[in-house]
């Protein structure tokens, strides 16, 4: 089993429709969240980054962490097709313990 | 630029030659981190420095893999004899300090083994 699970996709919504991608993680010392958004040839780009529990917004993007239930999310609302992109979770753990481990990445395109 | 910057952007090579891929990370980051990414996954780690000390290096997948960062600024991955196994994208990251900043990626070198 993987540390951290991602549904690989694709997951293709209507322009406007609220986006859900989420990750699953095993890990318990994991204690930053982040998320990342990659276009194709183009390296991950950091678009929400949290650390403990709790919730984070920016914007149309809302980042959710259950550190009880091990999950995390990530919220787009009103989505454009400048979101189609692949999503990417990623945790890392206590200060110290550098290493990000990152999710297989979801595949998200928004139809216009 | 402002970004992390890397070169080649491709390399094609043949078996058994050694290459080596250079990473420039954002002015001023302390910490430095390569990774690898194969095709519809998620980078895995390899290693990471603070300044010019390699902290972990666990992720290396064998001793033809090795990086240095002689001046704390940029820094070279080097594969020795490599094999077609090798052929991914390799991703540099920095950081402007060690535990909680976050790491900012550049756009890979893509590693192609023939």
Known sequence: QKEVEQDPGPLSVPEGAIVSLNCTYSNSAFQYFMWYRQYSRKGPELLMYTYSSGNKEDGRFTAQVDKSSKYISLFIRDSQPSDSATYLCAMSGRQGAQKLVFGQGTRLTINP | ?114
């Open chain 2, 1 to 114: 630029g402002a970004g992390v910057s890397q070169s080649p952007r491709y390399k094609v090579t043949k078996r058994g030659q050694d290459v080596a891929l250079r990473c420039d990370p954002i002015s001023g980051h302390v910490s430095l981190y390569w990774y690898r990414q194969a095709l519809g996954q998620g980078p895995e780690f390899l290693t990471y420095f603070n300044y010019e000390a390699q902290q972990d290096k666990s992720g290396l997948p064998n001793d033809r893999f090795s990086a240095e960062r002689p001046e704390g600024s940029i820094s070279t991955l080097t594969i020795q004899r490599t094999e077609q196994r090798d052929s991914a994208m390799y991703r540099c990251a920095s950081s402007a300090t060690g535990g909680d900043q976050p790491q900012h990626f550049g756009d890979g070198t893509r590693l192609s083994i023939l």
